[in-house]
């Protein structure tokens, strides 16, 4: 039997306060397996953000069970989920969220850094490397291409060793070209590292490219199909 990575159970949650407040997640039930790259897409306002957001531990669920590498979150006061984030969770987010005082090198290590990790620089700059930034460790954000900045949180995403990485819409503020490349990278690495991906795309080339595709509508979950059932399916 193979071993979960995630497993939300009954999961509701809704934003906003009084009459402004929306039920974004309705009895979410789903688990992913360790090492499954796994595709959430659905129309905008679907729930696929709010439900990346959740299994990170960054938005806390109304009702409902979620366990994240065989840990419970529902528990967790928000310093046990940072602490747990920190090592577990890779996140890559759409605008980067790079530090713009800080270089390209103490961006990857900061993670590290505060885990209280004495090989934080030295694993940051073979980060840097495993994304094809070596020679850019000094420079600032604001020095870096769309691209190189996406490396960069990409290589500090991966640089505690976290045996899971989401990503929300990582390719959203590049070109196609430099987009492909970032897919290619995150594909490659996440392969490398067995770590189970979960990523928010509307972009059906990359769901494509999972293992498995998740479709929601209206914070329900409207389909669910493994790949290779779509290749059955298409022959």
Do not use: W
């Amino acid at each position: 039997m193979v071993e979960a990575a995630i497993e939300l159970k009954g999961v509701h949650l809704s934003l906003g306060r009084g009459a402004a407040r929306v039920h974004i997640l309705k009895g979410i039930d789903l688990t992913i397996e360790r090492s499954d790259a796994v595709g959430l897409v659905g129309p905008s306002g679907s729930g696929k953000s709010t439900l990346l957001m959740t299994m990170a531990g960054l938005e806390r669920a109304d009702s409902g069970s979620i366990v994240i590498d065989g840990q419970s979150l529902d528990a967790m006061n928000e310093d046990q989920l940072a602490r747990f984030r920190g090592s577990r969770i890779g996140i890559v987010f759409q605008s980067f969220h790079l530090i713009p005082t800080m270089t390209a090198l103490e961006n990857v290590a900061a993670p590290l850094e505060l885990a209280g990790d004495s090989e934080a620089f030295p694993k940051a700059r073979r980060e840097l490397a495993a994304v094809g930034l070596a020679e850019r460790a000094s420079h600032y954000p604001a020095q870096l291409s769309g691209g190189e900045q996406q490396r960069v949180a990409l290589a500090r995403a991966l640089a505690p060793s976290p045996s899971i990485l989401i990503a929300d819409e990582p390719t959203g503020n590049l070109d196609s070209s430099t987009g492909g490349e970032i897919v290619d990278l995150i594909f490659r690495l996440r392969a490398e590292r067995g770590a189970t991906l979960v990523l928010v795309t509307h972009d059906a080339g990359l769901a494509a490219r999972c293992d498995r595709t998740i479709q929601l509508r209206s914070g329900h979950i409207e389909r669910d199909t493994r790949r290779s059932s779509l290749a059955s399916a298409a022959q």
